[in-house]
């Protein structure tokens, strides 16, 4: 069944330069239980694509378009309306977790206070004791170490990796359907990014969530991800089955990112980097966005911009893998 139906997204921000457009025709759908890896370079369009679908977009943001979650669109919720679905239908983890958290109050009060918003929105009465359950059982759902212990200290004076299962805690206390995690684990050590994506794998088939999991890393994209979209310059370049994606690639930034995967691809002891930088913005190419880089860029390329195609039930944005080359 689809939960999360994108259709035709575009986002702007206005800039003392005048008004940026970094999203461009997003169309997606994701089956509920489904788990997509949205993947891209530094300002791709990545966290953009995250706020629009929960309308957190800073002030300056406008997304127009439909974001369709079970059916209704959230682009036209007002936001009193909106709140409610974030509360419950949806949850963000942001980029960056120690700004989810409110430096000068305890664990326990922040997680107390999100029960007890949830109860309020739900108009229902429940005791402290039972809320205070209710955060001790999402506490041992993310396996944070002395619960008890931990409930009574400040953000500071926990470690990253702490952090960030306090903030999944939070967001479990919501029950939400869908889950978006923004690179959850950029900010912190190797050691520890691998248990919290094991951490948010465990718990998105426990409580059959959705999960639309951001990264700039194509192989983390590739353990948690049953389905893959490749974002550059604000647009969707590539869309398909994980296993199809990364075993065929059929857009050649695809296949470049693959051939930067560490592994096996050393060639005399270099390791393989895609030429150039992605664009800006402000400087966008004529034709397709991706030409400047790519290998196979023939003369239409840098006339006119590619449509995303259907390739065998996958998309691609690229004239080569279209038959008519149009
Ligand atoms: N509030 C804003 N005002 C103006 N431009 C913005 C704003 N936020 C983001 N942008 C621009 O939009 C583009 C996309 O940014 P976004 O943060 O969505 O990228 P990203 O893929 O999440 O990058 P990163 O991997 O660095 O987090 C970038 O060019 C960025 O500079
Ligand atoms: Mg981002």
Do not use: W
């Amino acid at each position: 069944m689809v939960q999360l139906k994108i259709e035709d997204l575009q986002v702007y921000y206005k800039t003392p330069i005048g008004s940026i457009k970094v999203l461009y025709d997003i169309d997606l759908e994701v089956e509920k239980g489904d788990s997509l890896g949205i993947v891209g370079e530094s300002g791709s369009g990545k966290s953009t694509l995250g706020l629009s679908i929960v309308r957190l977009l800073p002030p300056n943001g406008k997304a127009y378009g439909k974001i369709i979650l079970d059916g209704r669109d959230l682009l036209s919720f007002s936001s009193a309306e909106m709140t409610k679905v974030r509360g419950t239908g949806i949850f963000m983890i942001m980029q960056d977790p120690f700004n989810s958290l409110n430096p000068v109050k305890r664990i326990s009060d922040q997680l107390l206070e999100a029960v007890e918003i949830k109860y309020a929105r739900k108009n229902e009465k429940v005791d402290k004791g039972k809320m205070y359950d209710e955060v001790m059982k999402r506490l041992r759902d993310v396996k944070l170490p002395d619960p008890e212990l931990i409930i009574n200290r400040y953000p500071h004076q926990l470690s990253g990796g702490q952090i960030q299962r306090v903030v999944i805690a939070m967001g479990l206390l919501f029950e939400p359907e869908i889950m978006i995690a923004d690179e959850p684990t950029s900010a912190l050590d190797v050691s520890v990014q691998a248990q919290i994506i094991a951490l948010i794998k465990e718990l998105q088939s426990k409580y059959n969530m959705t999960l639309l999991f951001i990264t700039h890393d194509l192989s983390v994209a590739y353990a948690v991800s049953d389905k893959l979209l490749i974002l550059y310059g604000g647009r969707i370049l590539e869309y398909g089955p994980t296993e199809e994606v990364i075993n065929e690639p059929l857009h050649p930034y695809t296949e470049g990112l693959l051939k930067s995967f560490p592994k096996g691809n050393y060639k005399e002891g270099k390791l393989y980097t895609l030429n150039g930088m992605p664009p800006l913005f402000t400087e966008l190419p004529k034709g397709c966005v991706f030409n400047p880089r790519c290998p196979y860029a023939f003369d239409k390329c840098f006339v006119d911009e590619p449509s995303l195609y259907d390739v065998d039930g996958r998309r691609v944005r690229c004239f080569l893998k279209n038959e008519n080359k149009q």
